[in-house]
């Protein structure tokens, strides 16, 4: 039933007049304005005195960035949007204000900027286009995505300027060999100059089966001897054990020496450069025809003159001490019948004679000691014009320190996996089986220490290419090593991995790792420092000394790479600076 | 393990290469590569007394080795003093050099064919070198590749085309020693020949002997190793069998000076000899006894042998000093008829001589064999043999005297190898040193300027001799133990 409502009910309800009656709202509103006042006048005077920003940001700043967290115009301008998004966004106001607030610390230049079109390199000057603040304390700064990089990687040609095209692959959308192309130095071949037969070395007494002079720890220096001798079943080898090689015992991670491997998140994860006193002194001492048993090696990467003179002290030396003889010395055991009851010539007193003498000594120890320089060296290398280059702190080593020329390589974080997956050409091949079964046969010899005997029944399986002379190839794997484990999460395991006999290989390990493009590569520049334009130095707040520290040591572990790469101004190579190691 | 077959297969095939394609004079024109290739510190330049001997065998040689001074030796005084005699004209250092060219580095340095005619001085490095390790061990072109193969063992590695020499029998080690410390005018292509007019500079005379050779300079082999039992086992062995192959390169030497003197000079295939026919002296004094010329002819001091008979065996009554009497007087002693007759002025003269010598040279090179294998206990027998000798008579002269006083001492020490006769060989020994060794050994004459031109056994008595070496056996000089 509907029941409609009267007139007069309705005015019995609502007053009439009830619009002239004031409400407690109405009563109060000029109260809660004035409230509202003071209250907003209160924050704002709380905000501003007490020096608290966080109530103006969108989050907290990662920790790497907290010491400054309350001083906005470290980056910010006031009311200049930085977001890219922005209606009021202006490049050259916010982004400059930025970068410049960035590179107080981060000394990084700019990205092949000048190739870069207009709407690239402002990308480029977007530090927080890739480096994302105020997401939170352990926000990762450098975690930076694939796509950040494929944006301008995936099509180059879009991204340069006309007729400024890189000469990197122009179209990088992934990792595969098809996507991503081999690492660099495969294509551009060895620019060592070191030979060197890696696989000879690898073999037990380092000969191949059928020859004689396989080397035992008898015959290293005996001052060196001992980092090469192995546990034998709980007992040292003997002097007559062959000298069976690891990998390690040239190739160690830097760091600590004597401590394990350092930690992932430690810098140091490449292998140290070769020193000659370090891993090949003890087999290849530099010996000269006055090396007896009381003198001593030739120096190594000695000016000549300093060699002649060391030869000629030993001449002299060991003559003194009877264990060199030079003309008319009369230390014979059996006098001839016929000589004079002493068994002696008259000796020649003609000091002229006798520097003639020396000299000719000399010069035969000197031809004696470049026929074992040029072994290893070639002749270029060993004049004294290149061994003063050569000893300057600025040169680079003979033997490249990275073989990734734009990208690095984290040794420690692969130290599961057997060294022969990704460097099958250093090993000695065997008729008895595959590379692997052949590493696993050695890394026995060098883990266990196997008797002379076995060592040598290994041997007998193992021969090597004489010609082999890896200064001059390059002796890494290919993208297909990586590949495999580092894929993207949707991709299967691909079966060149799953073998057992791999698995073994990759020493049972995940095989899945990212992909990523910052796994393996860096992107900014260091930026060169004027020497009138250094910062002043003012001590960090304590929360942040360590990743301050750290960024120095690996600045200048980075530098190191740098120079052996002789990248800095190779607009063509890669330098990273800043950001931790992944 | 697995056996090398193909090591073996490369080796076999490369001597047998060799073996068609080789020259009888082996050493020449064969690849020299230089002591330096072997000084690498994996391969003989080790620290001494690291490791096994071939491991530092360069290292030891080069440093100990007196070989390894020879060359730089021929700049002290005494070296330029016989370089001023015999080439007086030779004032520059270029001159020096190229005189030490033409008469001494053939044996001083280890030189080729090309280097002795060379006009360019001589480099330091070639002269640091001296006597390197090619020298003894011959030019390693072509072996030094093959010697670390497994399979490079036994007599194969000797064939003459491989350039390798023998260095492990003692005929074969006798042989490489007796190119220089004899002297030869072929082999290997380039004369080395120290003849009288060397020695009357000053150069000391050649008495090769294996053993002591052999001792005196520092082993850089393994001692204890298969390949030197046979020296280790018999001293007299060693002593007889180098003394063979001495009396046949000096024959072979003879040989090669009598056809060298003649007007139209040595065979063409000596190439590379900077003699010329006719121009070698005849007859070569250094081919005989020095003492039977050089001693004081007073009556008083005259050392004519004693002899019952008018003609001396040695010859030297009659003015015809013995020929060669380091190696020979032994044999003539024991009255070898045929060296007497070789070396002998006879109708045919110098070709004659020279067939004659050749003829010896061949037969003592068969006797060097025959006495290596002779069993090495002979020391009894020798002992008993030189006693009974020395009872009959003294020895001739201070040749036949030095020959009786090495095979004795060596008698000895191998006799002293048997426990039963150690003690009574070794105390017959230090008597022998301390009463016969200073007989043997020529007057001291240090401070004379002249001191290499006077050496010689000017007061030495054979009489003396004897009676002390019998005083020192014993008056029966075979008493038992």
């Known amino acids: 039933m509907d029941i409609r409502e009267e007139g007069k009910s309705r005015s019995q309800r609502i007053n009439i007049d009830y619009y002239r009656q004031k409400t407690w709202l109405s009563r109060s509103r000029g109260l809660l304005a004035l409230a509202a006042t003071i209250l907003t006048a209160g924050y704002c005077v709380y905000v501003l005195a007490s020096g608290n920003a966080s109530h103006l940001s969108t989050g907290p700043v990662a920790s790497a960035h907290a010491s400054f967290e309350n001083e906005c115009r470290k980056c910010h301008l006031d009311f200049t949007p930085i977001s890219r998004d922005s209606l009021r966004f202006n490049s050259s106001t916010a982004l400059d204000r930025l970068e410049e607030a960035c590179q107080q610390c981060h000394r990084v230049d700019h990205h092949f900027r000048g190739m870069m079109k207009p709407e690239f390199a402002t990308l480029d000057q977007h530090c927080s286009g890739c480096h994302t603040d105020h997401l939170g304390r352990d926000n990762n700064l450098v975690n930076v995505a694939s796509g950040k990089c494929t944006n301008c990687h995936g099509d180059l040609a879009a991204t340069c300027l006309a007729g400024k095209q890189p000469q990197v692959k122009s179209n990088v959308t992934g990792f595969s060999l098809e996507a991503h192309g081999d690492f660099a130095s495969l294509k551009n071949g060895d620019p060592g100059r070191i030979k060197f037969d890696h696989a000879q070395h690898m073999l037990p007494g380092q000969v191949d089966a059928g020859m004689k002079g396989a080397f035992t720890l008898g015959n290293l220096e005996a001052n060196l001897r001992e980092a090469y001798r192995k546990q034998v079943k709980g007992t040292l080898q003997g002097d007559d054990a062959l000298v069976t090689l690891s990998c390690a015992d040239c190739h160690q991670f830097a760091g600590v020496v004597g401590q394990p491997l350092v930690g992932d998140d430690e810098v140091g994860r490449h292998i140290s450069p070769i020193s000659f006193d370090q891993h090949c002194a003890a087999c290849h001492p530099i010996n000269d025809p006055a090396r007896t048993k009381d003198t001593l090696p030739l120096p190594h990467a000695a000016p000549w003159k300093e060699i002649e003179m060391v030869i000629a002290s030993k001449l002299v030396g060991g003559q003194q001490l009877g264990s060199i003889r030079m003309p008319r010395d009369t230390n014979r055991k059996t006098p001839l019948v016929g000589e004079g009851m002493t068994g002696s010539l008259q000796r020649s007193a003609d000091e002229n004679k006798e520097r003639a003498i020396i000299a000719a000594k000399v010069s035969e120890g000197r031809a004696a000691a470049e026929a074992q320089c040029l072994k290893c060296h070639e002749p270029n290398d060993i004049t004294d014009q290149a061994i003063a280059s050569l000893r300057s702190t600025e040169a680079a080593p003979l033997i490249p320190e990275r073989w990734f020329s734009k990208g690095i390589y984290d040794h420690a974080a692969h130290r599961k996996i057997d060294c022969s997956f990704c460097h099958a050409d250093a090993y000695a091949k065997s008729a008895v089986g595959p590379v692997g079964e052949i590493e696993v046969v050695q890394g026995a010899i060098a883990e266990n220490g196997e008797s002379a005997e076995q060592a040598s029944s290994v041997a007998s399986t193992l021969t090597h290419s004489s010609d082999a002379l890896d200064s001059e190839r390059v002796m890494i794997g290919g993208i297909e090593t990586c590949t495999g484990c580092h894929r993207s999460a949707e991709t299967p395991v691909p079966a060149s991995i799953t073998d057992e006999s791999v698995h073994k290989i990759l020493g049972g390990q995940s095989n899945w790792a990212s992909d990523a493009c910052i796994e393996c590569h860096r992107y900014h520049w260091e930026r060169p420092i004027a020497p009138d334009s250094v910062p002043a130095v003012t001590e960090p707040p304590a929360s942040s000394q360590a990743v301050s520290k750290e960024a120095v040591t690996q600045e200048a572990v980075i530098a190191q790479g740098q120079k052996a790469h002789g990248a800095n101004a190779d607009a063509d190579a890669l330098t990273i600076v800043g950001g931790a190691f992944p | ?481």
């Open chain 2, 1 to 481: 393990m697995k056996f090398p077959i193909g090591s073996l297969c490369l080796s076999a095939t490369v001597v047998a290469v060799f073996l068609l394609v080789g020259k009888s004079d082996f050493l020449y024109g064969q690849e020299w590569i230089g002591s330096q290739s072997c000084a690498s510190a994996t391969c003989h330049g080790g620290g001494v007394d690291q490791g096994e001997a071939w491991h530092h065998s360069y290292s030891l040689s080069r440093s100990a080795d007196p070989h390894a001074t020879a060359g730089a030796l021929l700049y002290d005084a005494d070296s330029r003093r016989i370089v001023k005699a015999l080439a007086p004209g030779a004032t520059t250092e270029i001159e020096y050099d190229l005189a030490l060219r033409t008469r001494c580095i053939s044996c001083h340095l280890t030189a080729t064919p090309a280097d002795v005619v060379s006009q360019e001085p001589l480099s330091l490095v070639h002269v640091g070198e001296g006597v390197g390790c090619e020298s003894c061990h011959g030019p390693a072109g072509e072996w030094k590749d093959m010697h670390v193969l497994e399979s490079w063992t036994g007599p194969m590695r000797f064939q003459p085309a491989t350039g390798m020499l023998d260095t492990e029998s003692i005929t074969g080690r006798a042989e490489g020693c007796v190119r220089c410390h004899v002297g030869s005018r072929s082999a290997d292509g380039i004369v080395r020949d120290m003849n009288h007019d060397l020695i009357a500079a000053g150069h000391p005379a050649l008495r090769f002997d294996l053993l002591i050779y052999n001792d005196n300079i520092p082993h850089h082999w393994d001692d204890t190793g298969i390949v030197e039992k046979a020296f280790g086992e018999s001293s007299l062995k060693v002593r007889r069998v180098g003394r063979s192959i001495g009396l046949a390169a000096a024959a072979k030497l003879s040989s090669e000076r009598a056809l060298a003197s003649l007007p139209q000079g040595e065979p063409s295939q000596n190439a590379g000899h900077r003699t010329t026919g006719g121009i070698v002296p005849w007859p070569e004094l250094s081919d005989f006894d020095c003492f039977a010329c050089h001693q004081s002819l007073s009556p008083k001091s005259y050392r004519a042998p004693e002899t019952a008979d008018g003609e001396t065996p040695l010859q030297v009554s009659n003015g015809l000093p013995l020929w060669n009497a380091w190696f020979s007087a032994m044999d003539s002693r024991a009255g070898d008829v045929e060296i007497y007759n070789s070396f002998k002025p006879k109708p045919g003269g110098n070709q004659r001589w020279s067939e004659d010598a050749e003829k010896i040279a061949s037969r003592y090179r068969v006797k060097a064999s025959e006495d290596a294998g002779v069993p090495a206990s002979q020391g009894l027998v020798q002992l008993t043999a030189i006693t009974n000798d020395l009872n009959k008579r003294a020895p001739a002269d201070w040749h036949a005297a030095a020959m009786i006083y090495l095979d004795l001492q060596a008698a000895l020490q191998d006799l002293a190898l048997q426990s039963e006769w150690k003690s009574y060989a070794n105390s017959i020994l230090e008597s022998i040193e301390s009463n016969v060794t200073p007989l043997m050994r020529f007057p001291d004459d240090a401070g004379s300027a002249h001191s290499l031109r006077l050496r010689s056994p000017k007061n030495f008595d054979p009489r003396d001799f004897r009676s002390k070496t019998l005083a020192a056996l014993g008056s029966t000089g075979t008493s038992a133990p």
